[in-house]
């Protein structure tokens, strides 16, 4: 039950209040400090912030209040979701302390932007208000449209950065008109009211209305990189920072996924005949056409990019199904698929150099004899990605699938088991390549690969998450579960 708070009051919006203090100090670093010492106190400046905001979103789990008339909610699902961002805000903060330096990128506005990303995420997830949901995206895309160029004097960073922003700008109009026509039906911006309008006896299901579900589909499935609305990822993902892809690839998903989640489950629960079938044939589409060209990609970067895409197709079974129990295991499986990214591609910046990605297949050649404790590493993660036990990449797929045998929809799982089996194959191969082939003449990097604390910081704790999640599943379920039921 959510308290309506009428006066201006900052405590639930504290975490919210201190990324953006902290996005503001970290730009004005970058403006008046000292180049030589701007970089690491912006880093420190994000660490910190992040690790304040994760500290007092924690301490408003299971607190329940509306505020600023509605336009802003404090639930269990938003604070799962901010948490995660946070999360993401650090571990991406860790790898970028490094990476900034060696890819010589302007450091104080990368953090601001980072962070500013973050904040928009945080919006995105703790709305029930379109337009405040609508504020959220933009916040959010805007910062991440110039960090996907900030690889100064790399074309293909520059080419990132502007498809990006000319295809998302070509979604974010989807995503308004789709707004305006679900206004022009009911007459109302409140997603909850529009629950109760649907419901109340008083509603007539039009094309008009259904029109306005669809193109709002389009918008959200261009920020979760769903089919056809992908194309722009793998040239994105490959062109943009690799920790920024990092970034993209975790945070932003799971914050797509977030408000996309509370909007359809919150607005048009009641109407899930009228709107599965499409996400159907969407998550069959996403699962089968990332998978399959996955499979020909030779550049590890790329083959992420379009795993990125059939993972977000197992995300939408269960999204399709709408109970419970499908539900925490959307979130259960964000959760995993966050830490397995992460750590995929803290490998990849580790065995980059300055201005060379080496991101290659080729280069992974023999990376078990070199770097034995990276290649573990690596492996396990992919390990994870294509769902093999004890990891916690097969329990999420395990709650996805059965989710949809429960509900009955046996060709989706049956399919996605099929998905699963074919990802198994690009997966195996990368770990085949560093177990069992012998290393090119040129795969090696001059010296040891670009190794600091921080890149074993990240990987340590995505190994012990995937581990944790996948033979200890039970107490994150519960948080899921309790994040979800404001839905039911």
Known sequence: MLVKIPELAFGPILPELIITVSAMTALLLGAFGRRAIVGTIAGAVALVGSGLALLFTLSLWNAGAAVYNGLYTIDTFGTFFKALALIVAILVTLLSLRYVEREDIVKGEYYALTLFGVLGMMIMVSSTHFVTIFIGLEVMSIAIYVLCGMLSGNPRSAEASLKYFLLGAFATAFLLYGIALVYAATGLLDIREIADYIVSGRFQLTPLFMIGIAMLVVGFGFKTAAVP?????????????????????????????????????????????????????????????????????????????????????????????????????????????????????????????????????????????????????????????????????????????????????????????????????????????????????????????????????????????????????????????????IFM
């Open 229 to 485: 609305f992908h194309m722009w990822t793998p040239d994105v993902y490959e062109g943009a920072p690799t920790s920024i892809t990092a970034f993209m690839a975790t945070g932003i998903k799971a914050a797509a996924f977030g408000a996309f989640l509370r909007v359809f489950y919150t607005a048009f629960l009641p109407l899930l005949g009228a709107w599965s079938g499409m996400l159907w044939l969407i998550a069959v589409a996403t699962m089968t056409i990332g998978n399959i060209t996955a499979l020909v990609q030779d550049d590890v970067k790329r083959m992420l990019a379009y795993s990125s895409i059939a993972h977000a197709g197992y995300i939408l079974i269960a999204f399709v199904v709408g109970d419970l129990f499908s539900s925490v295991g959307i979130l259960f499986y964000i959760l995993v698929y966050t830490f397995m990214n992460i750590g995929a591609f803290t490998v990849v910046i580790i065995l980059g150099q300055k201005g060379r990605q080496r991101t290659g297949i080729e280069h992974y050649a023999g990376l078990a004899g070199r770097h034995p404790l990276i290649a573990i590493a690596m492996t396990v993660f992919l390990l994870s990605l294509a769902g093999m036990p004890p990891l916690a990449g097969f329990m999420g797929k395990f709650y996805v699938l059965s989710a949809a045998i429960k509900a009955k929809y046996y060709w989706l799982a049956v399919i996605g088991v099929l998905n699963s089996v074919v990802a198994a194959y690009y997966y195996l191969r990368v770990v085949m390549y560093m177990y069992f082939r012998e290393a090119a003449a040129d795969a090696e990097p001059a010296g040891r690969p670009d190794f600091s604390p921080a890149y074993g910081v990240v990987i340590a704790v995505s190994v012990w998450a995937l581990f944790h999640m996948g033979i200890f599943p039970r107490g994150f379920l519960l948080i899921a579960q309790r994040s979800v039921e």
